[in-house]
């Protein structure tokens, strides 16, 4: 199985990714800024890397498009989005349908897009966490397929749940790529399977 991994920052989901010894490989690391400290973790561990910049390009198609040819340069088999801060075009999720993974702090469909610890906060919620979800062209609208919760206490803020959601983030992704890799998650006919059934609810990790 051949990885590709989509970065826009730090990249603390992709080296939890590199230290989970997957079954398959991480043969390519794509961002769109060139000041990713997630390439110099991809650098470290002797992965290729790419930098396409959509600054670039006059179109957000025309950028998916390149994306999408450096992926088939790579021969990827599945698609990894891990703190890729650019909402994809529906043609280019259309080429990666049931291929392509995120992860998204809050427990889906709950907050969906941006600020979920502070929307948290505001609404008072009991618990918070993550969930990893095949992408579909609505944002963070895809089937999910697991989930970690956590307790919201008393004494969090932004950097605590944020810290806390991180946390959880390392633990289940690599979980849920390496379903994909040894084919336990399959993604047919518009429906995720697990174990060779349909997966009617996202896995729940409670920590």
């Known amino acids: 199985m051949r990885i590709a991994v989509l970065v826009s920052g730090h990249g603390s989901n992709l080296q939890a990714l590199i230290d989970a010894n997957l079954c398959g490989e991480i043969v390519g690391v794509l961002s769109n800024k060139n000041t990713a400290y997630a390439l110099e973790r991809a650098r470290q561990a002797n992965i290729d890397t790419a930098v ?22 790579w021969h990827v ?18 080429k990666w349908e049931g291929r392509m993974l995120n992860i998204h ?13 502070q929307r948290v ?5 009991r618990l918070h966490g993550c969930t990893v979800h095949f992408v579909t062209a609505e ?6 397929i697991a989930q970690a ?19 959880l983030e390392h633990f289940i ?20 399977y697990l174990n060779n059934q349909p997966l009617l609810k996202p896995i729940r990790f409670i920590k």
């Open 173 to 192: 992704y690599p979980q849920v790529v390496q379903y994909f890799c040894i084919k336990q998650l399959v993604w047919h006919n518009h429906q995720a």
């Open 121 to 125: 906060l505001n609404t008072g919620d």
């Open 149 to 167: 919760v956590l307790s919201v206490t008393a004494h969090d803020n932004i950097e605590t749940l944020a810290q806390r959601v991180h946390q």
């Open 52 to 73: 396409i910049s959509h600054q670039d390009f006059p179109t957000r198609e025309s950028f998916d498009a390149q994306m999408h040819q450096q992926l088939l340069a």
């Open 105 to 117: 702090p809050s427990l889906l469909p709950a907050y969906k897009g941006m600020h979920t610890h």
């Open 77 to 94: 088999d599945l698609v990894v989005l891990a703190g890729f801060m650019r909402i994809l075009t529906p043609d280019f999720v259309k």
């Open 139 to 144: 944002l963070d609208a895809g089937q999910a």
